[in-house]
């Protein structure tokens, strides 16, 4: 093992350490794998979740929490389907939402790096992941952060409306609980360059990163909002 690997395991393990005596738990609700890494990317994230590296929106995921996720592996609704190439699993059983997102995350809950038809490693994994949403600490305050994708339908009043009624589902639980969502503004000029807060009511917060470009595309810095993590930076440093 090199220095350089050691380090790396010194770090995971003081991470490991500090998510676990933390008095929070910052975990991804979506819509895609830029949450999750975002969170990973500036060391607070607490684990992973069944929406970490997937697609799916928050219409689905509120009916998965209201039904404690009963059918998300069950094989009666789980499809292969292409994008592309590419081959992913789709679940249909959980497909129905308002016309407010982009369209790739509109046509079912998306296994997109999962094959949990087929392999059993990937299935046991998104079981544990059930398993901790399941479980989660009432002592701990859970932070569920969404990245909520750009697009013309984009609808920001009902989007907090839908965050409320998310939290609901944990609020009667008795888990103490926030959600956070952020979205893109795309702009002309470098210099309008900004994060604007935009919703802050009822345990939900939301915010607009005034952007040059949407986080898509071939360019891994773009894709991963790397370009753009001055402006992400300032809000992990107000949710914290």
């Not at 395991?9 to 676990?20: A, G, M, S």
């Not at 000029?189 to 595309?217: A, C, F, M, P």
Request: with cysteine; aromatic share 12%; glycine share 2%.
């Amino acid at each position: 093992m090199t220095l350089k690997d050691i380090i790396k395991k010194l770090i995971r393990k003081y991470e490991n350490y500090k998510h676990k005596n933390s008095n929070v738990y910052y975990i991804s609700i979506g819509e895609n794998c830029l949450t999750d890494n975002i969170l990973n990317r500036f060391r607070i994230k607490s684990f992973s979740t069944p929406y970490s590296h997937g697609r799916s929106n928050l219409d689905y995921a509120i009916q998965l929490e209201k039904e404690n996720y009963c059918n998300l592996l069950n094989s009666e609704h789980l499809f292969y389907e292409y994008i592309g190439e590419t081959k992913v699993v789709r679940n249909k059983f959980y497909s129905k939402s308002d016309n407010i997102y982009i369209k790739l995350h509109q046509h079912g809950f998306e296994f997109t790096h999962h094959d949990v038809i087929n392999n059993d490693l990937h299935r046991k994994s998104y079981e544990r992941k059930l398993l901790r949403m399941k479980s989660l600490d009432k002592r701990k305050k859970i932070k569920f952060i969404y990245h909520y994708r750009h697009s013309n339908n984009k609808d920001l009043k009902l989007i907090a409306k839908k965050a409320e009624e998310f939290l609901i589902c944990y609020q009667k639980k008795g888990v103490k609980c926030e959600f956070i969502f952020f979205t893109q503004e795309i702009i002309l000029n470098k210099e309008e360059r900004d994060i604007i807060k935009i919703h802050d009511e009822n345990s939900v917060k939301g915010y607009s990163l005034k952007t040059l470009e949407i986080w898509q595309g071939d360019d891994q810095d773009v894709f991963w909002a790397r370009k753009d993590d001055d402006l992400i930076s300032k809000m992990i440093k107000d949710i914290k």
